[in-house]
């Protein structure tokens, strides 16, 4: 879908792009020519999708294998620092519960839509923690969980989970 004024398309970027072609006014319901994407600081015109939603290599799908690995992988680091938030908030199940999920989903147990609610609830819990380490192990859990959903997640539970052990050596 085109952009119809040229305003928006400048603070794109910081308005490093500018598009031609675009359907304004009575003419927009009207068929019109694909984009050209024009990002000069960069020395590249793109003709057709917004160039924000280009990669240079097509995504790949991950076989299913891996993505149970890293599922399993970032379970365990999330679990290795849910004491942390377990100390400060002992009636709170919400993360170890996202960590049980994404077990389930692993194991073939649970549906990636269950998982994904559960990281959302140990990221709701996360929001509601009062200390770094806390809240840190609580979004840990919360990304292992949404690992199910996509094994990107899998890197931020890991950082997170590092952020945790970090300020709870601070403490």
Known sequence: MAIA?????????????????????????????????????????ITGSHPRTMTKFPAKRLAKPAHISLALRAAERAESVLSQFEVRHPRDDRPRRAIEAGRAWARGELAMAKARAAAFAAHAAAREAGHPAARFAARAAGQAAATAHVAGHARHADAYAAKAAAAAIED
């Open 5 to 45: 004024n040229a305003a928006v398309a400048g603070n794109i970027f910081g308005g490093m792009i500018s598009q031609s072609a675009t359907a304004t006014g009575r003419n927009a319901n009207k068929p019109h020519p694909t984009p050209k994407w024009h990002m000069p600081a960069f020395g590249v015109s």
